[in-house]
């Protein structure tokens, strides 16, 4: 018979043999440690190919969740970009709108001012001044100013130039210019 005393034993021989079984009753209290749970209606074991579906049926409503959360957030993320593009096409629009309409009163007020130089000359000076200007420039100009002046003036410039700036006038009057061909 032998005997066996833990007073003849030292700290880590004590460790030593005490270790396997304290590891054994822990792993027997984990519920499901060594054991399959799952088992099929009838109560025996679940082949592989049932064990994946169950597992992939288990978890397809989960991963669907997050799949649709993921979008979710993706979906706001873009929203916030094109909120933010937005914000900043509106800046830019209304600054452009500002800058066109301080433009287009400086215009009114230059050609205002041009047409009444214009109105106080010469019908041969300001004749020999608008051949040098852009066609265009000369034809507004022309056409702000009364008829007899503008014949005064068309009379005293080239012929060329006289027939060119009547033909934009005209076509200037013309409601048909500004339509679509298509």
Not at 5 to 14: G, K, P, W, Y
Not at 36 to 53: F, H, M, N, P, V
Request: aromatic share 4%; with cysteine.
């Amino acid at each position: 018979m032998i005997r066996f005393s833990f007073a003849d034993m030292t700290v880590a021989e004590l460790v030593k043999r005490l270790a396997l079984p304290a590891a054994a009753v822990v792993m027997l209290t984990i519920p499901g440690a060594f054991a399959q749970e799952a088992r099929t209606a009838a109560g025996g074991d679940l082949t592989s190919e049932e064990e994946i579906k169950q597992f992939c049926s288990n978890i397809a409503e989960p991963a669907r969740d997050q799949r649709y959360l993921l979008q979710k957030q993706e979906l706001e993320k873009l929203r916030a970009d094109v909120d933010s593009r937005v914000a900043e096409m509106q800046k830019r629009r209304d600054e452009y709108q500002d800058w066109l309409k301080r433009r287009d009163d400086f215009l009114k007020q230059a050609e205002a001012n041009l047409t009444d130089i214009y109105k106080k000359m010469k019908p041969d000076a300001a004749a020999q001044q608008l051949q040098q200007v852009k066609i265009e420039v000369a034809a507004a100009v022309i056409m702000r100013l009364n008829a007899s002046q503008s014949s005064l003036i068309l009379n005293e410039m080239d012929p060329q130039k006289a027939a060119v700036i009547a033909n934009i006038i005209a076509s200037a009057s013309d409601p048909n210019t500004s339509k679509d061909p298509s």
